[in-house]
């Protein structure tokens, strides 16, 4: 990881994370062979917003390669309720733990606690923006069911627009050869913009879609997502969208026996639960992965030599982020800075929002 942090999936080279897909199978298969590989190490888990299998998973991996854990699930128990900044959170956690994760509902959340930490930095979900050790979790879980993660015909479905495990899932995927992308949701839940633009600049073939009757027959994989209702600006608006994407029995008649279906969860109403008996459910299984992938996550991580890694130089922008959700409107002190992205255009250095 150039950077020391996990903050985006693209921070590793499709050579770590081929290597990090073998060693988390071989974690899995010979697990008493790294019980004691993090003792006397110390992993804070940070967790302003729910969550039960990344939190979980994270902290069992820990506690299995023999490390301790320490962190809040909720920050109304912590002095986050007493307006404690950010920044100072991570100043004063990054002098106790070894390596950090964090959830946090600001977009670029992440991006910024990785400015101020003593110790590296994970992403485990910053708003509606990207979501890494997931998508870890899903390249583990494709190697393992699909056998590659090449030539492969992946429909993504629901919430396309905040649904970052779909956005963190393109970006990785887009970088192997021969993938094709079905997109299929509402056209106000489409994908943003800036995974548009990753998608234009990886040259991998891709369409929208309506429905999943269309395209369900064609699929290789099929992910699907729920409706991010706790995103939503109004209650009205999250109503017009729910319930619009149920993958049921009878659109399963359509699809293909070697299909692999997997969600991120947690679940509403959009996988009907008899789906769960049917070979082509992945989602529990790729859950369990996610506690592999994250020991293969903390070894590596935890084996760099974070003080040699941080030399990036930061561009100073004189317009603020025009993104609402960005983490720079919640946390005042923060200054505006700002990065390229793949097509050489300027976006904002925490979100990525297109300046
Ligand atoms: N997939 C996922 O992030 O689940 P949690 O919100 O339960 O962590």
Excluded at 134 to 161: A, E
């Amino acid at each position: 990881m150039s950077s020391g942090h996990l903050i985006d999936l693209n921070d590793c080279t499709v050579n770590e994370w081929e290597a990090l897909i073998k060693l988390a199978s071989d974690i899995r298969l010979n697990p008493h062979d790294y019980i004691h590989r993090c003792e006397g190490k110390i992993m804070a888990t940070l967790f302003y917003e729910p969550s039960t299998r990344t939190q979980m998973s994270f902290q069992a991996a820990m506690l299995r390669l023999g490390g301790q854990i320490i962190g809040f699930d909720n920050p109304v128990n912590s002095s986050v309720s007493k307006g404690e900044t950010l920044k100072d959170t991570i100043r004063i956690v990054s002098g106790y733990s070894d390596i950090i994760v964090m959830r946090h509902p600001q977009e670029g959340s992440a991006k910024a606690a990785s400015l101020f930490s003593l110790c590296p930095i994970v992403n485990a979900g910053d708003g509606g923006h990207l979501h890494p050790t997931q998508t870890i979790t899903d390249l583990v879980t494709l190697s393992s069911v699909k056998g590659r993660l090449t030539d492969l015909q992946i429909g993504l479905c629901g919430d396309l627009k905040y649904g970052r495990t779909v956005h963190s899932l393109i970006k990785a995927m887009s970088n192997f050869k021969g993938n094709s992308f079905y997109l299929i949701s509402t056209p106000e839940l489409s994908i943003p913009l800036y995974i548009k633009e990753v998608l234009d600049a990886s040259g991998c073939t891709y369409c929208k879609v309506n429905s999943l009757d269309e395209c369900i027959g064609e699929l290789d994989v099929l992910y699907m997502t729920r409706i991010q209702r706790e995103r939503f600006a109004t209650p009205e608006e999250y109503e017009k969208q729910r319930g619009v994407y149920i993958l049921d029995i009878e659109k399963l008649k359509k699809a293909r026996e070697d299909l692999s279906i997997l969600h991120p969860l947690p679940r509403l109403d959009e996988i009907e639960i008899a789906i769960d008996d049917d070979s082509r459910a992945v989602y529990f299984r790729q859950a369990a992965y996610g506690m592999y992938a994250r020991m293969a996550l903390i070894l590596k991580m935890l084996e760099e030599d974070f003080t040699d890694s941080k030399d990036e130089k930061l561009l100073i922008m004189q317009n603020i982020c025009s993104n609402p959700r960005c983490i720079i409107h919640s946390e005042k002190y923060l200054k505006s800075f700002y990065k390229f992205n793949e097509s050489n255009h300027p976006i904002c250095l925490y979100c990525d929002e297109k300046l």
